[in-house]
Protein backbone atom coordinates (compact mmCIF):
# COMPACT_ATOMS: atom_id res chain seq x y z
CA UNK A 1 0.00 0.00 0.00
CA UNK A 2 1.58 3.30 -1.17
CA UNK A 3 0.53 5.89 1.32
CA UNK A 4 0.36 9.82 0.91
CA UNK A 5 3.73 11.77 1.99
CA UNK A 6 2.25 12.69 5.67
CA UNK A 7 0.26 9.88 6.60
CA UNK A 8 3.57 7.62 5.32
CA UNK A 9 5.24 10.46 8.15
CA UNK A 10 2.85 9.60 10.55
CA UNK A 11 3.08 5.88 10.38
CA UNK A 12 7.26 6.13 10.43
CA UNK A 13 6.58 8.18 13.92
CA UNK A 14 4.43 5.59 14.92
CA UNK A 15 6.66 3.13 14.62
CA UNK A 16 9.16 5.08 16.15
CA UNK A 17 7.29 5.31 19.17
CA UNK A 18 6.80 1.88 19.78
CA UNK A 19 9.53 -0.49 17.41
CA UNK A 20 13.01 -0.85 18.04
CA UNK A 21 15.16 0.08 15.19
CA UNK A 22 15.25 -2.96 12.24
CA UNK A 23 11.77 -3.76 12.82
CA UNK A 24 10.22 -0.99 11.41
CA UNK A 25 9.08 -2.67 7.90
CA UNK A 26 5.54 -2.66 9.16
CA UNK A 27 2.71 -1.70 6.62
CA UNK A 28 -0.63 0.25 8.09
CA UNK A 29 -3.81 -3.13 7.05
CA UNK A 30 -5.78 0.34 6.33
CA UNK A 31 -6.45 4.23 6.04
CA UNK A 32 -9.53 4.83 7.14
CA UNK A 33 -11.96 7.76 8.34
CA UNK A 34 -15.29 7.27 10.16
CA UNK A 35 -18.67 8.30 8.21
CA UNK A 36 -19.78 9.73 5.12
CA UNK A 37 -19.00 13.00 4.94
CA UNK A 38 -15.96 15.46 5.65
CA UNK A 39 -17.80 17.33 8.48
CA UNK A 40 -18.69 13.48 10.23
CA UNK A 41 -15.21 12.42 8.98
CA UNK A 42 -13.64 14.97 11.10
CA UNK A 43 -15.76 14.76 13.99
CA UNK A 44 -15.81 10.81 14.54
CA UNK A 45 -11.95 11.07 14.17
CA UNK A 46 -11.67 13.36 16.85
CA UNK A 47 -13.91 11.01 19.05
CA UNK A 48 -11.28 8.05 17.96
CA UNK A 49 -8.35 10.14 18.35
CA UNK A 50 -9.65 11.25 22.49
CA UNK A 51 -10.37 7.54 23.01
CA UNK A 52 -13.73 8.14 23.92
CA UNK A 53 -14.93 6.26 19.96
CA UNK A 54 -13.97 2.64 20.66
CA UNK A 55 -16.92 0.85 18.81
CA UNK A 56 -17.81 1.21 15.02
CA UNK A 57 -19.85 -0.96 12.96
CA UNK A 58 -20.92 -1.11 9.22
CA UNK A 59 -23.85 -3.26 7.04
CA UNK A 60 -22.25 -6.43 6.14
CA UNK A 61 -24.61 -6.39 2.57
CA UNK A 62 -22.40 -3.26 2.16
CA UNK A 63 -18.88 -4.96 2.40
CA UNK A 64 -20.61 -8.25 0.22
CA UNK A 65 -21.75 -5.94 -1.90
CA UNK A 66 -18.36 -3.99 -2.60
CA UNK A 67 -16.18 -6.66 -1.88
CA UNK A 68 -14.49 -4.86 0.67
CA UNK A 69 -12.93 -7.58 3.75
CA UNK A 70 -14.10 -6.88 6.93
CA UNK A 71 -11.28 -5.48 9.43
CA UNK A 72 -9.73 -8.66 11.47
CA UNK A 73 -8.25 -8.43 14.92
CA UNK A 74 -4.83 -7.48 15.48
CA UNK A 75 -5.06 -4.91 12.15
CA UNK A 76 -3.28 -1.70 13.08
CA UNK A 77 -4.96 1.16 10.91
CA UNK A 78 -4.60 4.63 10.23
CA UNK A 79 -7.66 6.85 10.92
CA UNK A 80 -7.68 10.18 9.14
CA UNK A 81 -9.79 13.41 9.12
CA UNK A 82 -12.35 14.26 6.18
CA UNK A 83 -9.46 16.07 4.66
CA UNK A 84 -6.88 13.11 4.75
CA UNK A 85 -4.56 14.08 7.50
CA UNK A 86 -3.27 11.47 9.71
CA UNK A 87 -4.92 11.69 13.29
CA UNK A 88 -4.06 8.51 14.97
CA UNK A 89 -3.23 4.99 14.97
CA UNK A 90 -6.04 1.77 15.81
CA UNK A 91 -5.93 -1.62 16.61
CA UNK A 92 -8.75 -3.76 15.77
CA UNK A 93 -9.66 -6.05 19.28
CA UNK A 94 -13.02 -7.45 18.03
CA UNK A 95 -14.81 -8.15 14.74
CA UNK A 96 -18.31 -10.03 15.13
CA UNK A 97 -21.49 -9.77 12.93
CA UNK A 98 -24.55 -9.16 14.61
CA UNK A 99 -28.22 -8.98 14.07
CA UNK A 100 -29.06 -4.76 14.60
CA UNK A 101 -31.54 -5.67 17.36
CA UNK A 102 -28.99 -7.40 19.29
CA UNK A 103 -26.83 -4.61 20.55
CA UNK A 104 -26.50 -3.71 23.83
CA UNK A 105 -25.83 -1.01 26.14
CA UNK A 106 -22.09 -1.32 26.03
CA UNK A 107 -21.69 -1.45 22.29
CA UNK A 108 -24.38 2.13 22.17
CA UNK A 109 -22.05 3.56 25.20
CA UNK A 110 -18.34 2.71 23.13
CA UNK A 111 -19.64 3.82 19.30
CA UNK A 112 -18.88 7.04 21.52
CA UNK A 113 -21.75 9.42 19.63
CA UNK A 114 -24.45 11.19 20.77
CA UNK A 115 -25.38 10.85 24.53
CA UNK A 116 -23.66 7.51 24.01
CA UNK A 117 -27.30 5.36 24.95
CA UNK A 118 -29.04 2.30 23.47
CA UNK A 119 -31.87 4.26 22.66
CA UNK A 120 -29.77 7.29 21.10
CA UNK A 121 -27.55 4.48 18.86
CA UNK A 122 -30.41 3.02 18.27
CA UNK A 123 -32.99 5.31 16.46
CA UNK A 124 -29.60 7.28 15.17
CA UNK A 125 -28.12 3.91 13.67
CA UNK A 126 -31.43 3.00 12.18
CA UNK A 127 -32.03 5.95 10.10
CA UNK A 128 -28.43 5.67 9.22
CA UNK A 129 -28.93 1.98 8.46
CA UNK A 130 -32.17 2.20 6.20
CA UNK A 131 -31.12 4.75 4.42
CA UNK A 132 -27.87 2.73 3.69
CA UNK A 133 -29.84 -0.39 2.84
CA UNK A 134 -32.21 1.01 0.53
CA UNK A 135 -29.96 3.26 -1.57
CA UNK A 136 -28.26 -0.64 -2.14
CA UNK A 137 -31.55 -1.94 -2.92
CA UNK A 138 -32.11 -3.81 0.40
CA UNK A 139 -34.76 -3.64 2.89
CA UNK A 140 -33.86 -2.15 5.70
CA UNK A 141 -34.95 -4.88 8.95
CA UNK A 142 -34.56 -5.33 12.94
CA UNK A 143 -32.22 -8.06 12.03
CA UNK A 144 -29.92 -6.44 9.33
CA UNK A 145 -26.55 -7.66 9.87
CA UNK A 146 -23.88 -5.43 11.02
CA UNK A 147 -20.22 -6.31 11.19
CA UNK A 148 -19.56 -4.79 14.60
CA UNK A 149 -16.00 -3.47 15.72
CA UNK A 150 -13.99 -2.52 18.42
CA UNK A 151 -11.00 -0.85 18.48
CA UNK A 152 -8.20 0.52 21.04
CA UNK A 153 -6.33 3.56 20.38
CA UNK A 154 -2.52 3.07 20.09
CA UNK A 155 -0.78 6.30 18.65
CA UNK A 156 -2.13 9.81 18.30
CA UNK A 157 1.47 11.36 17.82
CA UNK A 158 0.64 14.18 20.48
CA UNK A 159 4.19 14.46 22.76
Given at each position: ????????????????????????????????????????????GHLVQTGIKTATSGLAWDFEQSGEVP?????????????????????????????????????????????????????????????????????????????????????????
Open positions: MTLAPAIEAFWQRYLLSCFPPGSRDARPANVTDFGDSKEIADKLPVVGNVEIVIDGSGNPLCVIEITEVVTRPFNTIDEAFAYDYGEGDRTLAWWGQEMWDYYAAESQQSGREPSQTMPLICMRFRLLYTGAG
